[in-house]
């Protein structure tokens, strides 16, 4: 019989998009991502200091998120894994992973006005909500929604990726920012899309999906890069903070005083680059129940739109952190 923190995984790693995400999904445009220098973030990073943003997004930020493209994804054989960093051999032996045509099992609804990824069983009576990078809804993304949602054989999770960009989000094509054009374009989009602007209006936006979903009595919410920062700037507000846990993955603009104020259990997964000083001193900051570990391994985004899929190791540790994810919320989420 499955122990109290086996997970089904039979994830689906995406390649090609669904007929229902290709108007978003863009994993062909990353072959413009393979000769971005250090330099051109660095003007890139300059042009954002000129739009309103709470702090300043580095050039190495920006480094982070322009390099290292996926490829072309195959079918995978069973993972025999062994026990690592804390889980149980069961737990990391997996079923086959399909590499290639992934279907997302969800659907599209709208709360708030904003247009909503959803997935997962009607009856579940907890909820997360997806703070998604800023590529918007690439089916490593997308996928990894389904993954929260139908892999914990104890929990049952409805999980909600809502379109914070509104159909606009960050063109790959303006990757590398080697013109004016270009730059001029992502100083904009982060001047319009700061992560404290979604932060204030998380509080109505899980409000609105109450309304829609009453038996839903607890809510989870984990982000990716920038939505990382999202997740920080949200559970350090005790007085509209709707969510009893959360998750930050590779997150951006890591900032070990935002720590101090954090009130829920609180998992961050970590990649090698992320500063380490600062995740080590986060980790310190925390007051509560916690879990940070850093995938030493792996590229910023490795959870999310920049994942390469083909790379087995890559994959491996893809699964392995929603997996310790899960298991966060297994224990931590009452």
């Not at 195959?74 to 993972?79: E, G, I």
């Amino acid at each position: 019989m499955p122990g109290p923190n086996q997970f089904r995984l039979a994830a689906s790693v995406p390649s090609a998009s669904s007929a229902s995400l290709s108007s978003v999904s863009r994993p062909s445009a990353y072959s413009r991502l393979l000769h971005t220098s250090s330099s051109q973030a660095a003007s890139a990073s300059a042009a954002l200091q000129t739009t309103a943003h709470p702090r300043p997004i580095s050039a190495q930020f920006l480094a982070n998120t322009l390099i290292n493209k996926p490829a072309p994804l195959q079918t995978a054989k069973m993972s025999t894994m062994q026990a690592c960093h804390g889980h149980n051999e069961a737990c990391c032996n997996i079923p086959p992973v399909v590499t290639s045509g992934y279907s997302p099992k969800g659907s599209y609804s709208e709360y708030d006005g904003l247009k909503t990824y959803v997935t997962g069983p009607d009856d579940a009576t907890k909820g997360i909500v997806v703070i998604y990078d800023i590529f918007g809804y690439f089916d490593q993304t997308v996928q990894g929604a389904d993954i929260l949602a139908t892999s914990d054989d104890n929990t049952k999770y409805k999980v909600f990726i809502p379109d914070w960009f509104q159909g606009e989000p960050c063109p790959i094509e303006w990757y590398p920012p080697d013109n004016d054009e270009k730059k001029k374009n992502l100083g904009a989009f982060f001047g319009k899309n700061p992560p404290p602007g979604v932060a204030e209006k998380l509080p109505a936006f899980v409000k609105a999906l109450n309304a829609k979903h009453p038996n839903i009595k607890s809510w989870g919410l984990i982000g990716f890069c920038w939505g990382g920062k999202v997740v920080s700037l949200t559970t350090t507000n005790a007085e509209t903070n709707p969510f009893s846990i959360a998750a930050e993955c590779h997150p951006a603009m890591v900032n070990p005083e935002e720590a101090k104020g954090i009130k829920v259990p609180l998992i961050l997964l970590a990649s090698k680059e992320e500063p380490e000083d600062k995740v080590k001193e986060f980790e310190q900051n925390l007051s509560v129940p916690k879990h940070v570990e850093t995938f030493k391994d792996q590229i910023h985004g490795f959870m999310a739109a920049r994942s390469d899929l083909k790379d087995e190791r890559v994959k491996s540790e893809y699964i392995r952190g929603y997996k310790t994810v899960l298991e966060f919320f297994g224990k931590h989420w009452n």
